[in-house]
């Protein structure tokens, strides 16, 4: 996937936000919380960096496509072994996942706010 395309389809998730930091970095952000890096420190590092559950964390590390990101490991993010790790359509995938785990975390006041719907909880 290309820088552009990473950045349009990070920009299409709702209330995704891009300011540049840290080395002309891209950060995208929902509700002021990152979800995805791109580009600058990333891109002499390796590949894009996002937000994972914790089964993709262990998926995409243990099969070799990313490995535990710079400073934020810890935090379950990682960092593709190349921009090109996966096909756009996963890769897709794995950004809305980002973006849904970070909406998660946000208040429920903020995500009234962002126009943003309750995260789904599962069956009652």
């Not at 552009?4 to 389809?9: P, Q």
């Not at 359509?89 to 980002?98: H, N």
Request: aromatic share 8%; proline share 6%.
């Amino acid at each position: 996937m290309t820088p552009k395309s990473f950045e349009a389809r990070c920009l299409r998730l709702p209330a995704a936000t891009k300011v540049v930091q840290w080395e002309g970095t891209s950060v995208f952000k929902v509700g002021g919380k990152m979800f995805a890096l791109s580009g600058g420190y990333t891109a002499e590092s390796g590949g894009y960096m996002f937000k994972v559950s914790n089964m993709a964390y262990a998926m995409l590390i243990e099969h070799g496509l990313a490995r535990p990101a710079p400073y934020l490991a810890r935090a379950k993010w990682v960092q593709l072994v190349s921009n090109n790790a996966l096909p756009d359509s996963e890769l897709t995938a794995y950004l809305a996942q980002a973006h849904g785990l970070i909406v998660a975390k946000l208040t429920i006041k903020k995500r009234k706010e962002l126009g943003l719907a309750s995260p789904h909880t599962g069956p009652a």
